[in-house]
């Protein structure tokens, strides 16, 4: 019977050879995600970086370093959770990510949050916020997590627009700190609850507002 990582790592390898979207074309590496398969939280960004794409690990860069002091203020590493991007690929000159490329590695992402099955996913930043709450503004939204009946979807900023804007530092650390409240909750669900598809809009994605 395949383990989650072996399911995780026949995903990986197939993104390292992916050719459905441009962005290969101007990646040196490939970034699928790393981190625990059996992971109670998910975090989906947006897209690697230029540390990224040079080793082929999600967060390493400042925005990275970041998030590792975020994790730390309630108690977790990187080791504990799992890392992952909507696109697997280096966006030119990091800018955002095209919604065709973005539906392009949706199936990756799917089948990865299907395999781990993560009590609470995190999306940092606005492009993997509008996965689960479309037509949100990240300003308006972020710190107020959306429940089901065995997940929690949990929106806050992107680090790396964090560093970009000190004053939203403050808010950030408030909502990673509610992050195990949260857990705990869906903890307290999920067992008595029936089995459901997390909500999701199938809708083609469209390119979003600033913040």
Same mark, same amino acid.
């Given at each position: 019977?395949?383990?989650?990582?072996?399911?995780?790592?026949?995903?990986?390898?197939?993104?390292?050879?992916?050719?459905?979207?441009? $962005?290969?074309?101007? /990646?040196?590496?490939?970034?699928?995600? /790393?981190?625990? #398969?059996? &992971?109670?939280? $998910?975090?989906?960004?947006?897209? !690697?970086?230029?540390?990224?794409?040079?080793?082929?690990?999600?967060?390493?860069?400042?925005?990275?370093?970041?998030?590792?002091?975020?994790?730390?203020?309630?108690?977790?590493?990187?080791?504990?959770?799992?890392?992952?991007?909507?696109?697997?690929?280096?966006?030119?000159?990091?800018?955002? =990510?095209?919604?065709?490329?973005?539906?392009?590695?949706?199936?990756?992402?799917?089948?990865?949050?299907?395999?781990?099955?993560?009590?609470?996913?995190?999306?940092?930043?606005?492009?993997?916020?509008?996965?689960?709450?479309?037509?949100?503004?990240?300003?308006?939204?972020?710190?107020? =997590?959306?429940?089901?009946?065995?997940?929690?979807?949990? #929106?806050?900023?992107?680090?790396?627009?964090?560093?970009?804007?000190?004053?939203?530092?403050?808010?950030?650390? /408030?909502?990673?700190?509610?992050?195990?409240?949260?857990?705990?909750?869906?903890?307290?669900?999920? &067992?008595?609850? !029936?089995?459901?598809?997390?909500?999701?809009?199938?809708?083609?994605?469209?390119?979003l507002p600033m913040f």
């Open positions: 019977m395949t383990t989650r990582a072996e399911a995780l790592e026949e995903i990986a390898e197939q993104v390292r050879v992916c050719k459905l979207c441009r $962005l290969y074309q101007y /990646a040196t590496k490939a970034v699928p995600g /790393a981190g625990n #398969p059996d &992971a109670e939280i $998910l975090f989906i960004g947006e897209g !690697p970086g230029y540390n990224e794409d040079k080793t082929g690990l999600p967060f390493v860069g400042r925005s990275g370093e970041y998030l590792d002091k975020l994790l730390s203020l309630i108690g977790l590493s990187r080791k504990q959770v799992f890392i992952t991007n909507v696109v697997k690929h280096r966006p030119p000159e990091n800018r955002d =990510p095209l919604p065709d490329e973005i539906a392009a590695c949706k199936p990756y992402l799917d089948r990865q949050i299907d395999i781990i099955d993560p009590l609470v996913i995190v999306t940092l930043g606005r492009h993997s916020m509008a996965r689960y709450f479309p037509g949100g503004k990240i300003t308006q939204i972020h710190g107020k =997590p959306k429940f089901d009946a065995d997940r929690a979807y949990y #929106p806050v900023f992107h680090p790396a627009a964090v560093l970009r804007n000190p004053s939203w530092q403050e808010g950030m650390e /408030a909502d990673f700190k509610r992050l195990p409240q949260i857990l705990a909750k869906v903890k307290e669900t999920r &067992a008595s609850a !029936p089995k459901r598809k997390p909500p999701q809009d199938d809708t083609p994605p469209t390119q």
